[in-house]
């Protein structure tokens, strides 16, 4: 997670630059703003156009796209206001980053009261996270204009099939490979910090977050960083 996320985070800078450069025709824009006249009240249309959480009076806003990272998901976003938002995410966890946890937890999912099972590999079959969180929201123009600046807190399922390949000693003098299937359900609470971006000509908006998650049903206390970036549909 902390060499992907430097990475998706230069992607996003990126694409914002590209987006500004493509609003400005790549040329320095001088408005009335910069040189203290009136600003140029801009149309409903044409603000949506531009940036589609521009205008205050236009609100509420929804938001639909795809997020990249941890978990890979379909993301749902609500805003009833500028400053509250609800966000919903469905998707699958990145398993490679749990390889670890994964295969420590052979001794609490399977039952082997008489210490005679040793851990072999493990196959995840299923790994699906649903995401509930609310976020207030902050203007972040006086840095980029379309830029907003979240942190909230949600909950977390977490959906878990896995294949445990393992060894039994069923002589004194014979082992023998088994394997086993373990369905596994939690749940746990989580805090996120991010930035939301949403000047450019299409309706869209990108956005960069991170996650503290807690397990609090099956392995309480335990904890874990997640985060991406992605895009929405703003309409």
């Known amino acids: 997670m902390k060499s992907i996320l430097p990475t998706l985070f230069c992607l996003l800078i990126a694409v914002c630059a590209w987006a500004q450069r493509v ?11 910069q040189h203290k006249h ?62 670890k946890y994964y295969s420590e937890l052979f001794d609490e999912v399977i039952n082997d009261p008489d210490d005679t099972l040793d851990y072999y590999s493990h196959k995840v079959k299923a790994d699906w ?4 969180k609310v976020l207030y929201q902050i203007n972040g123009e006086k840095i980029s204009p379309g830029l907003q600046i979240y942190a909230g807190l949600g909950g977390e399922i977490r959906s878990l099939k896995i294949q445990y390949d393992f060894i039994a000693q069923t002589t004194p003098d014979e082992t023998k490979f088994f394997d086993t299937d373990v369905n596994r359900l939690t749940a746990g609470i989580e805090g996120v910090l991010g930035i939301e971006y949403s000047y450019f000509k299409l309706p869209i908006s990108a956005f960069m977050e991170l996650e503290y998650y807690v397990d609090v049903v099956k392995d309480p206390g335990w904890r874990k ?8 549909y703003v309409f």
């Open 225 to 232: 960083v997640q985060g991406g970036v992605g895009l929405r």
């Open 23 to 33: 609003h400005h025709g790549g040329r320095v824009m001088h408005t009335r703003t």
């Open 38 to 99: 009136n600003v140029i009240k801009m149309p409903r249309s044409k603000a949506k156009t531009i940036c589609p959480i521009f205008e205050d009076t236009g609100y509420p806003y929804q938001g639909i796209g795809i997020k990249l990272g941890d978990p890979f998901a379909v993301t749902y976003k609500y805003y009833p206001n500028k400053h509250i938002a609800f966000v919903a995410d469905f998707g699958k966890s990145a398993s490679g980053l749990y390889s």
């Open 129 to 132: 996270v649903g995401e509930l």
